[in-house]
Each structure stands twice: as structure tokens, then as C-alpha cells.
């Protein structure tokens, strides 16, 4: 360990840097009206209206986020331009990780570009989620470590901690990025670090900022554990095998961004005398450990900030020497636009640059179809866009039946939603119709409860004839919803249900749905 902590020769390209996180920002701004409300922000913007210290399938900060989105009138270019924020930001915090890796400025800017132009990135930060902000938190504890590896204080483990229970307040996964940083130091000369009070004490920190989502989710019967073992049960997520795992990952990161990326962790572990190798390890273990948990494939999104700084630099170190050894300049800028403009084909299959039909027929063109991440969802528009599409219509459909009861109906009546989407969608646009509040018992919602409905008239989404027969007195097909470019299993009948068999309150725990 160092006597003293090695510092970077020069400051960081500030400059450069904002310019490049700026125009990150200023994209996603120019985006932020397309398409519309996606199906986990209306989710998130009904979790924003009911603040906790838990939710059944999310960590607490995302209700704290939407909350600030709908003190700011909650509209989609609020929650877009929130998003861009948090991306910008990791475009930022990612130039930093290379400037703190004793990259150039070349090497800086290389980085954010490249963090720029990922196209798994782009995607993540054009919608309002967790997700965006997680890489942030993730990145800041890369720069702690390499830090300590450069022989600062270790006291800054306390900092790590802070950082990584706010990670955890935001996205449980950060619990998984902290196992393979833990291993990380163990399999190299970093674990001397474990042998001080320091990484244990920045644990405890860690504990410390969680701890109140532990307490919720103890007094609730850990019910976000509950929701992963139904995920498993029933299959809900593609398995994707060994090879399907790495090609998801080289083609959401960019085929052109491999050897960056992968050059990135080589770097890591090999470079500076191994100094960074932990960071390395860390890198190798998350992968491996998210393959073995048959993870979504965007879940190692936000640990590849930290490998991408590492490959700029080693890039930049490389062409450095090339221009030593051959006496003229070496191609840096060339580099950054291999990054951006090879990243212009997949754009708008990432981005809402394209009308539906449009991006229909440039997938056909390429031949390309992206992978599923869940198995019953159904489509002609990759996930991302098919759930942003149909929600007006389905809440338009949904008012005309609703004003088709009669007043004395409607006075006792209520919507029941069977997923999170349907229910966000009547909470935030059914007003302007005239609609009650929907009542859903599909995760979080369930917690939330009918109120104080009994179950006299129900108006209710996404269900069968049979199903409902079996609760209700009589079930009218009142409705239909179809939305061409919408998610196939939002079209279908609504339906009006008379006479619950069963009162609503008592029935309400066999209507638990958890994922």
C-alpha cells in the first residue's frame, strides 16, 4: 500500500466531460414526449402516491423519485427528463472513473462517449426506473475502491458504505454488486483491506442506511422474497443459456464495444501491476454470478460503467505508444466516433426515434429481432415500446363503460385492475374522465387494498368469462380494448360484474397476485 494516496496528475476535463454528459441529456430531452407513459412508470407514479419504506418488488427510493416527479406535475416529459438527469450523470461519473484510473483527457473523453453511445444505456435512460440511477451509485463505489487501491485513507470504506446503502435503498441487486466487490477483494492483494475494522465498519454503514427497508419488509412478511420465489415457480423470465447470456450482453453493450469493454476488464487486471485487479475480479464474479441466478440480461448493466473507464484508458495508453513507436499522432478521435456512429443502427430499436409501423419494417430490413426478457409478454414492438403504447385508449374504453352504469352503479361501483399497468394507467389519466381510483391486488397494489368497496359492480380488466362466473352473480362483455402496437395482452374484453358472491374485503387475500 502506498505511503500516500496517488493522485492524478491533472484535474479532470471538467469541460469536456459536462459537454459530453450534456448531450446526452439534451438527446433524451428531445425524446421525452414520444411514444408514452411506460407500463412501470405508471406503476412507480401510483408507488410515488403511496411513499414507504418498501414495496413488494422495488426498493423504497423509487416511490421518493416519483413523488418529486408528481410534485412537478407528473407528466411524461417530467419523468423522461428526470431520467436523462440520472443518465447524463453516469455518462459523467464514468469520464470521472477514467480520470481516477490516471486516464488522459483523450482517455476521459473516450469514456463518456462511449457511455454516451451504448445502446443498453440509451435505452435504460429514456425511461423513469431505478435503473438509471443504479449505475450512478455502483460507479461512485468503483471510484471509493480505486481510491483505496491508490492508498487513500481507509476510512473512505465508510464512504463505500454510504454509497452502496443507497445503492440498496434504490435497487436490491446493489446486495449482489457488494458480494462480488467482497470477493473481489478477497481474491486479490486488496483483501489486506479485510484484515482493519474499516471495510466492516463501512458494511455496518451499508446496514445502517437499509436498514429501515429490512424492518418493512420483516413487519410485511418479506414479501419481496415471496415475489422472486413466484417468479422462479412460474418460469416468468427467459433462461437464457450460457452462450444466449454473453451474445445478450455483446449486443445490448455493442458488438463494436467488445473489445472496449473487454479490453476494459483485461486492463483491470492486469494493468498498473494489478493495482485495479479487484475491481477486475469483481467484474468477472457478477457476470458469472448473474448467469447462474438466470438473471435478465440488463441486470449487469450498471457494473459495465466501470470496465468500459478501464478500457478507455488501456485504449488510450495503447495508442499512445503507437505514436511513440511511429512517430505521428495516434487516432483518438477516430475511436470516439467508431463508438457513436456504429451505434446508429441499433438507435432506433433503443430510442423512440421511429413511428411503430416505421420501426417495424427497419427491424424486418435488418433481420433483427430482439430477445424476450419475459415469456408471456407478446408483441409486434420490442417490450420497451409495446408498453408505452395503448394506455389513452384502454382508459378512453374503459370511461365508456364505466358511464354506461347507471348513477346508482357507478355511486357503488369500482374498476379492478389485474396488473399494475392497467390500474397506473386509470390513476393517472382516468381522472380527466370522470373514473375512480382502480383497486388491483397484482403486487404493491394488493398492500393498498379496495378501500372500502364491497364489490357490488365491477368494471374489470384482462380476465375471462369463467374466471369471473365463478365470483360474480352475472358477467356482461361490455367492452373490448385493441391497440395495434400495444402489448398483445392488454386487448381484450371489459367486463361488468354484478353481485360478488364473496364480500370484497373477505375475498381480497385470494386475489393476491404476486408476479
Not at 448473474?290 to 440488463?298: C, D, I, R
Not at 423512440?352 to 424476450?372: D, I, Q, S, T
Request: charged fraction near 15%.
Amino acid at each position: 500500500m502506498p505511503d500516500r494516496e496517488l493522485r492524478p496528475a491533472a484535474p479532470p476535463a471538467w469541460g469536456l466531460l459536462l459537454a459530453i454528459a450534456g448531450a446526452r441529456f439534451a438527446l433524451h430531452a428531445a425524446l421525452s414526449s414520444r411514444y408514452g407513459y411506460f407500463r412501470d412508470e405508471l406503476y412507480f407514479l401510483d408507488c410515488g402516491r403511496h411513499l414507504a419504506w418498501g414495496y413488494v418488488d422495488a426498493a423504497p427510493a423509487i416511490g421518493l423519485y416519483a413523488r418529486a416527479a408528481l410534485l412537478l406535475g407528473g407528466s411524461l416529459p417530467v419523468l423522461r427528463l428526470l431520467a436523462g438527469l440520472a443518465g447524463a450523470g453516469v455518462v459523467l461519473l464514468t469520464g470521472l472513473l477514467a480520470w481516477r484510473l490516471g486516464g488522459s483527457r483523450a482517455a476521459q473523453g473516450l469514456a463518456s462517449v462511449a457511455a454516451l453511445a451504448t445502446p443498453i444505456f440509451l435505452a435504460i435512460a429514456s425511461l423513469f426506473s431505478m435503473n438509471v440511477v443504479e449505475p450512478l451509485f455502483w460507479t461512485g463505489c468503483a471510484i471509493v475502491v480505486v481510491r483505496l487501491a491508490d492508498g487513500a485513507s481507509p476510512r473512505l470504506w465508510l464512504l463505500f458504505g454510504l454509497l452502496a446503502g443507497l445503492g440498496l435503498l434504490n435497487k436490491h441487486s446493489t446486495a449482489f454488486f457488494g458480494v462480488a466487490v467482497f470477493a473481489g477483494l478477497l481474491l486479490t492483494p486488496m483483501r489486506r483491506h479485510l484484515a482493519t475494522p474499516w471495510p466492516w465498519a463501512g458494511a455496518g454503514v451499508a446496514l445502517l442506511v437499509f436498514l429501515p427497508n429490512v424492518l418493512w419488509q420483516a413487519a410485511n412478511g418479506f414479501p419481496t422474497l415471496e415475489d422472486l420465489r413466484n417468479v422462479a415457480r412460474t418460469g416468468k423470465n427467459v433462461v437464457l443459456g450460457p452462450g444466449e447470456f454473453v451474445l445478450t450482453q455483446v449486443l445490448q453493450q455493442g458488438p463494436h464495444l467488445l473489445p472496449l469493454w473487454l479490453g476494459g476488464v483485461a486492463w483491470l487486471l492486469f494493468a498498473r501491476s494489478g493495482r485495479y485487479r479487484a475491481l477486475g475480479a469483481a467484474f468477472a464474479v457478477f457476470f458469472v454470478l448473474m448467469f447462474a441466478m438466470n438473471a435478465k440480461g440488463y441486470y449487469l448493466t450498471p457494473v459495465f460503467p466501470i470496465v468500459i473507464a478501464a478500457g478507455a484508458v488501456g485504449l488510450d495508453e495503447a495508442l499512445e505508444r503507437s505514436r511513440r513507436l511511429a512517430g505521428r499522432a495516434a487516432p483518438r478521435r477516430a475511436a470516439a466516433a467508431w463508438a457513436v456512429l456504429l451505434t446508429l443502427p441499433a438507435a432506433p430499436m433503443v430510442l423512440p426515434l421511429l413511428p411503430p409501423e416505421r420501426l417495424v419494417a427497419y427491424m424486418e430490413r435488418l433481420g433483427f429481432a430482439p430477445p424476450k426478457a419475459e415469456v408471456a409478454h407478446e408483441g409486434p414492438l420490442p417490450q420497451m415500446f409495446g408498453d408505452q403504447l395503448g394506455w389513452p385508449e384502454l382508459v378512453a374504453e374503459v370511461a365508456k363503460v364505466w358511464n354506461g352504469l347507471t348513477s346508482a352503479e357507478r355511486a357503488r361501483g369500482a374498476i379492478f385492475a389485474n396488473n399494475y399497468g392497467e390500474a397506473g394507467a386509470v390513476n393517472l389519466l382516468g381522472p380527466a374522465h370522470g373514473l375512480p381510483r382502480a383497486i388491483s391486488a397484482h403486487q404493491n397494489h394488493f398492500f393498498w387494498g379496495p378501500r372500502d368497496f364491497r364489490g357490488d359492480v365491477l368494471v374489470v380488466l384482462q380476465d375471462d368469462r369463467e374466471s369471473l362466473e365463478r365470483l360474480c352473480a352475472s358477467v356482461e362483455e361490455a367492452g373490448r380494448h385493441h391497440h395495434p402496437w400495444g402489448m398483445a395482452e392488454e386487448n381484450g374484453p371489459i367486463w361488468v360484474c354484478r353481485g360478488l358472491k364473496t364480500p370484497l374485503p373477505e375475498l381480497w387475500p385470494r386475489l393476491k397476485h404476486w408476479n
